[in-house]
């Protein structure tokens, strides 16, 4: 669903798409030939990605790959020309996907190139510190998400995946001792159940400490409301119960985008049947301006307008 809002956006900003994680890799987006988006883990990196000057000579020898990795795409669109003469009808189906991936790189390296030049937004933010590890959500969390905050204040991208990886390393908050994957399938032992509030409140707080920020500030002229009136935030995951594996009655929450909200929604429906998740994502992709009458297996959009 990112990549298709993604796509419209395409070269208006520096990243048509962001994609970050904590603790480890989501797997969350992919792209239209089925290709999984890289997602960056490490807060210096993305820092450096969004707002560290480049060098001229770094820049220089950006083009020159750039350049090249265009030349090697040119060519292999001449011999996937020639090779489709000959194929069969299974063999074309694969073909195109290889074209559409084609075609999904040169888009990328045409955005790339258009932003090689183009300064970075000057932004005060403070990197010192190191996490004890790769799973000191206390640390790395909030950079995370101030970092994701600024990428939106200054327009680098409109389109974001960001959240916590599914793994059994232990997560250093107090009061865990075990890895959210083991404690996700807790078979109501009160033990397990206890710890695996202590991560899912502090997944919570991350995301009010976000949302408040992109509340508290205020678009450019008076009355324009503010950065949170015109971003939209979905904050859930694909299980409703992850001890039994359903992913029935999924706990989503939508926020922000200029949405009349109405608090909690029950989304069954009236014969008793369960609203798609789809459903939800194609009003997103609708709100976003994307011209899309249904996502997926999605029966309708829903009414949050």
């Not at 000057?53 to 001449?78: C, H, T, V, W």
């Not at 029935?248 to 069954?268: E, K, M, S, Y």
Request: net charge positive; glycine share 10%.
């Amino acid at each position: 669903m990112d990549q298709g809002a993604a796509e419209p956006v395409g070269s208006q900003t520096r990243f048509p798409s962001l994609h970050t994680c904590v603790g480890g890799k989501l797997g969350a987006s992919w792209t239209r030939s089925g290709i999984r988006v890289r997602e960056n883990g490490d807060p210096r990196d993305l820092f450096k990605l969004l707002f560290v000057k480049d060098s001229a000579a770094a820049i220089r020898a950006r083009e020159k790959e750039l350049n090249e990795q265009g030349s090697i795409l040119d060519l292999l669109r001449q011999q996937t020309k020639q090779f489709e003469q000959r194929t069969n009808r299974s063999d074309k189906a694969k073909l195109d996907e290889y074209l559409t991936s084609i075609r999904e790189a040169e888009v990328k390296l045409q955005g790339m190139t258009k932003w090689l030049n183009q300064p970075k937004p000057d932004v005060e933010f403070d990197m010192t510190g190191q996490p004890h590890s790769g799973t000191d959500y206390a640390f790395l969390a909030p950079l995370m998400f101030d970092l994701l905050f600024l990428a939106i204040q200054s327009d680098s991208s409109r389109v974001f995946t960001a959240g916590f990886g599914m793994h059994n390393r232990t997560i250093e908050l107090d009061g865990v001792t075990g890895g959210y994957h083991g404690l996700s399938h807790h078979g109501n032992v009160p033990s397990q159940l206890r710890q695996l509030r202590i991560i899912d409140n502090f997944y919570f707080q991350q995301m009010a400490r976000f949302l408040n920020r992109l509340h508290d500030t205020p678009l450019g002229n008076r009355g324009d409301g503010t950065l949170l009136d015109k971003t939209m935030v979905l904050f859930g995951t694909g299980l409703g119960d992850a001890a039994r594996h359903s992913n029935r009655d999924l706990p989503t929450v939508i926020a922000g985008g200029g949405f009349r909200h109405r608090g909690h929604v029950n989304a069954q429906q009236p014969g008793g049947q369960r609203t798609p998740l789809n459903n939800l994502y194609t009003t997103m992709l609708q709100n976003f301006g994307v011209r899309v009458d249904r996502f997926n297996n999605a029966t309708s959009s829903l009414e949050l307008g």
